[in-house]
């Protein structure tokens, strides 16, 4: 099995910074792309940012600019570095990886049990 582990998730003021990370562990064979997904109240979950195992990165229109994602593969990490926060990016963080199982062909999606980031004066 793989688990995925965030941290860093707090109660911040605007136009701070805030850094979130995820770990995978578990029997993992390879990690194709991993990112961050966050809903918040009453809201759909939408996808954030995600960084491929070549290094290569997609935004949403909401946070480029101001978010950038990163990746150290040694350790099956994965880091989201938040600056210029805003009222509007309060939500849970979800990490997000896609997968090979150890010992398998076959890539499966999994998610982290959310850290809450909270934008507020």
């Known amino acids: 099995q793989v688990q995925l582990v965030e941290s860093g998730g707090c109660l911040v003021q605007p136009g701070v910074s805030l850094s979130v990370s995820c770990a995978a562990s578990g029997?993992?064979?390879a990690i194709n792309y991993m990112g961050w997904y966050r809903q918040a109240p009453v809201k759909q979950r939408e996808l954030v940012a995600r960084i491929h195992s070549d290094g290569s990165t997609s935004y949403a229109?909401?946070?480029?600019?101001?978010?950038?994602?990163s990746r150290d593969n040694a350790k099956n990490t994965v880091y989201l570095q938040m600056d210029s926060l805003k009222p509007e990016d309060t939500a849970v963080y979800y990490c997000n990886a896609h997968v090979r199982y150890g010992g398998s062909y076959v890539y499966n999606d999994y998610w982290g049990q959310g850290t809450q980031v909270t934008v507020s004066s």
């Open 61 to 69: 229109d909401s946070v480029k600019g101001r978010f950038t994602i």
């Open 27 to 29: 029997s993992i064979g």
